[in-house]
């Protein structure tokens, strides 16, 4: 079956970095579009980056834009963020997602058919 598990959430300082990654299992993760979007505390899910199956388009969401970085590496079946200058509005639980069909959606979370159980960013000095 189809597995997402994120890991490399934790406190960080504001102005830190951190690169979360997401082991991807149970289907072919170089046929496939994937992203990451988080969940701040009492608000809804915000779609943050995504990245062709093959690498070769990388998108961001404003807010993150020039400070997180999306990579894949398919021989491994890991997708990753790298994540800089973070702020404490990064504050979030970050979630690695598939898209369904293998297409891929700018700024939307609904064009997802699987998610990970996300892992825990908090931003605080």
């Known amino acids: 079956q189809v597995q997402l598990v994120e890991s490399g959430g934790t406190l960080a300082q504001p102005g830190g970095s951190l690169r979360l990654s997401c082991a991807a299992s149970g289907f072919t993760f170089s046929s496939y579009a994937m992203s990451w979007a988080r969940q701040a505390p009492g608000k809804g899910f915000e779609w943050v980056s995504a990245i062709y199956s093959d690498g070769s388009d990388t998108y961001y969401a404003n807010s993150v834009k020039g400070r997180f970085t999306i990579s894949r590496d398919n021989a491994k079946n890991t997708l990753y963020l790298q994540m800089n200058s973070l702020k404490p509005e990064d504050t979030a639980r970050y979630y690695c997602?598939?898209?369904?069909?293998?297409?891929?959606?700018?700024?939307?979370?609904?064009?997802?058919?699987?998610w990970g159980q996300g892992t825990q960013v908090t931003v605080s000095s």
């Open positions: 997602a598939r898209y369904r069909n293998g297409d891929l959606y700018i700024g939307t979370t609904e064009k997802y058919d699987y």
